[in-house]
């Protein structure tokens, strides 16, 4: 069965600290990665995704996020964190006839300025 | 023009009551889903359907009843609502032979009082 692994619950840094969030996924088959973010009370918005080729791979707003196919590991990074990205992330895999995405527990992200 | 749009944003409902929330998309997918978040911010599959045909049926209280009448809505019937069916639920689009992730409403927020 698929399943998903966030091992940071909550992670506290200031502005322009470097972030890496970790990710790690259980699946057999062919898999789809998926980042999204959730910002205080609004809904889920996808911030990046991997599907085949490079396994860097670019989002949004300055994210990227590293397929590591040996370790089944998809960790999501940004340089330099701004006050702004304080949200929810989550990790998403999804394969399968039904497409079903299962979602890892998320990782709080808290900057402070 | 909103892609994925749920109704009602928020309910406050009594226990034992029967409720529905509503989802429409309008990007032309042929799959969609109902997602529950739980206070811990968790995100579980409920409900698939594809082409308003049940492709996902998780382990759910059968007081969950989903509705697709047609590929661009998928609505959620819950009947005699208990304290712990409080949570926020999402609706989400697809297409599932392209699998390019999904697209979330922005939230149905349950309070069960």
């Known amino acids: ?113 | 023009d909103t892609a994925v749009s749920q109704t009602p944003k928020y309910l406050v409902t009594q226990m034992g009551n029967d409720k529905s929330i509503k989802c429409e998309q309008n990007l032309g997918h042929d799959t969609m889903y109902w997602y529950k978040q739980d206070s811990k911010k968790f995100l579980k599959i409920m409900f698939s359907y594809n082409n308003k045909e049940l492709i996902i049926n998780e382990t759910v209280p059968n007081r969950f009843s989903p509705k697709s009448p047609d590929k661009a809505h998928l609505n959620l019937h819950i009947n005699s609502l208990e304290l712990g069916d409080s949570a926020v639920y999402f609706c989400a689009s697809s297409h599932l032979a392209t699998n390019y992730g999904y697209t979330f409403g922005s939230g149905t927020r349950l309070t069960v009082v």
Request: aromatic share 14%; proline share 4%.
């Open chain 1, 1 to 113: 069965a698929q399943s998903v692994s966030q091992h940071n619950h909550h992670v506290i840094l200031s502005e322009a600290a470097s972030l890496e969030l970790g990710c790690n996924y259980s699946y057999g088959g062919t898999v789809n990665l998926f980042w999204y973010v959730q910002y205080p009370g609004q809904h889920l918005q996808l911030l990046l995704k991997y599907f085949s080729g490079d396994p860097l791979v670019k989002g949004i707003k300055g994210f990227e996020a590293e397929f590591i196919k040996s370790k089944f590991s998809f960790n999501l990074r940004k340089p330099s964190v701004q006050w702004s990205d304080t949200a929810e992330y989550f990790c998403a895999v999804n394969g399968g006839a039904t497409n079903k995405l299962i979602f890892g527990t998320g990782t709080l992200l808290a900057v402070q300025p």
